[in-house]
């Protein structure tokens, strides 16, 4: 059931259901963080291998003493500049958090999601909400409720409808050595922004499988079409040309006489807006019976490194 009231998602979480959940990123799959059994079930849900930690999400900047401890000085200038926001941080975590959130690891991914419904929910409950985006494993992430509804709508008592996500990536996730500040996932927040706290970010080869950082694996996102990332849009078509193709666009527009499947992700190119369509895109270009989504390269700064990111995972 698809709905606003946030008080009968608390209703549901209390009683250690699973919701569906906005956040200004993608949806969550959301249960109470401190409630091993519920934390296990979104496991179960996502089909999501045990080995594969969760995010806690948290109400504000004073409860992350409460989950995490030695916090470096970094971190909380990073949390200072991006929270709430799209900033996920991987910190010390503390014995209240159950092994099964964390995957065993010594360390906690937190972050204070930046959406109206979520931060007003998080502000009526005594805990901390661990939330995986609400996706099967490796399908793409959902960015409407409806998403929600069309991946696991009999099996979630309820889904919290917040509209469409404003930023329509996942975080960006941070770690940190001394204080160093190392970016294991692209998201919502560039590293340019983020260098503008700290000079000192390094990008970890993400898209290796990493210890570190065991999600992160490089076939993530896809949809079921098979997906090109192509740096010439012309010549990929040309070597394609017996095949239903559709062409996943920045802003350029290609004759639509002879392509006349063609998805723009923003008129202006403006890479927030088109980050922000990414996957609701996708996914429409999947539902129409192509044989081939030929995907066009964005420019390599901003959020566009995060696109290509996505788009590279998706196409593999
Ligand atoms: O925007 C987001 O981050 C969304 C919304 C719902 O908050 N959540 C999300 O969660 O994308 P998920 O589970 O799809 O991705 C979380 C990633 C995984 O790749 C996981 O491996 C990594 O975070 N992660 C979580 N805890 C970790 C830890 N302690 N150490 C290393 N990686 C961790
Ligand atoms: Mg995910």
Request: negative net charge.
């Amino acid at each position: 059931m698809i709905t606003k009231n946030i008080q009968q998602a608390i209703f549901h979480l209390d009683q250690g259901d699973l919701i569906g959940m906005p956040t200004e990123t993608v949806y969550g799959l959301a249960a109470n963080a401190l409630d091993e059994y519920a934390v296990k079930m979104i496991f179960e849900m996502k089909q999501r291998p045990f080995y594969n930690p969760l995010i806690v999400h948290i109400r504000s900047v004073e409860a992350l003493d409460e989950v995490a401890m030695d916090i470096p000085s970094v971190a909380r200038k990073l949390a200072g500049k991006f929270w709430p926001g799209s900033l996920t941080m991987l910190l010390k975590k503390r014995s209240i958090i159950p092994d099964v959130v964390t995957a065993g690891k010594d360390t906690v991914a937190v972050r204070i999601p930046n959406h109206p419904m979520a931060l007003e929910l998080l502000s009526k409950i005594p805990y901390p909400i661990a939330a995986p985006s609400a996706n099967p494993f490796c399908r793409v992430s959902p960015t409407e409720a409806i998403h929600v509804e069309n991946y696991f709508g009999s099996d979630l008592p309820l889904i919290l409808d917040g509209g469409s996500c404003s930023i329509g990536v996942e975080s960006t996730i941070v770690g940190f050595e001394g204080e160093e500040v190392l970016v294991f996932r692209l998201g919502g927040v560039s590293l340019e922004e983020i260098a503008e706290v700290e000079e000192k970010v390094k990008l970890v080869n993400h898209t290796k499988d990493s210890p570190e950082a065991p999600g992160m694996m490089k076939k993530h996102y896809a949809p079921r079409t098979k997906l090109l990332l192509a740096n010439d849009l012309l010549l990929a078509a040309e070597e394609n040309k017996d095949r239903k193709i559709g062409f996943l666009l920045l802003q350029k527009k290609l004759d639509p006489n002879q392509f006349p499947v063609q998805y723009i992700l923003s008129e202006t190119g403006d890479l927030k807006e088109a980050a922000s369509k990414l996957y609701r895109t996708m996914m429409e270009l999947d539902s129409q019976g192509l044989d081939l989504i030929i995907a066009e390269r964005m420019p390599e700064y901003g959020l566009g490194s995060t696109m290509n990111d996505k788009l590279t995972r998706a196409s593999e």
